[in-house]
């Protein structure tokens, strides 16, 4: 799930979730298991009730506050990344295509912003 991660990260990451979960990282919901589906099934959900508000600004509106980029736009497509790289194949195949490829369009217009100099 973490294989992504930068080599310094990967210990931090393990240690600090392991201690706050006071369990493996492999035990908490093993890729493929019942949990596993069904907690993605709700992240799915979360996304589609979040289409839906943002639908309000136009069905073509990729931003929070309709054509404009802002601070939120920034704080979802954050998450979209953090999804993306510790899942890319589930990136790739499912999520990117969620709601008509909406979140992948949002991710795009702030990754100018991320982009490493």
């Not at 973490?2 to 600090?16: A, H, I, M, P, V």
């Not at 909406?102 to 490493?116: D, V």
Request: proline share 3%.
């Amino acid at each position: 799930m973490f294989q992504n991660l930068q080599d310094g990260s990967k210990e931090y990451f393990r240690q600090t979730r392991e201690t706050f979960f006071n369990k493996k990282l492999e035990e908490l919901h093993p890729e493929g298991s019942e949990e596993w589906k069904e907690a993605w099934k709700s992240v799915e959900k979360g996304f589609a009730d979040l289409a839906l508000v943002l639908d309000k600004n136009g069905e073509d509106s990729h931003c929070v506050l309709e054509g404009t980029i802002t601070y939120a736009d920034f704080i979802l497509a954050s998450f979209l990344d953090i999804i993306a790289t510790f899942t890319p194949e589930k990136w790739e195949e499912e999520i990117k295509l969620w709601d008509n490829g909406r979140w992948a369009i949002a991710m795009g217009k702030c990754l100018p912003y991320f982009e490493k100099a």
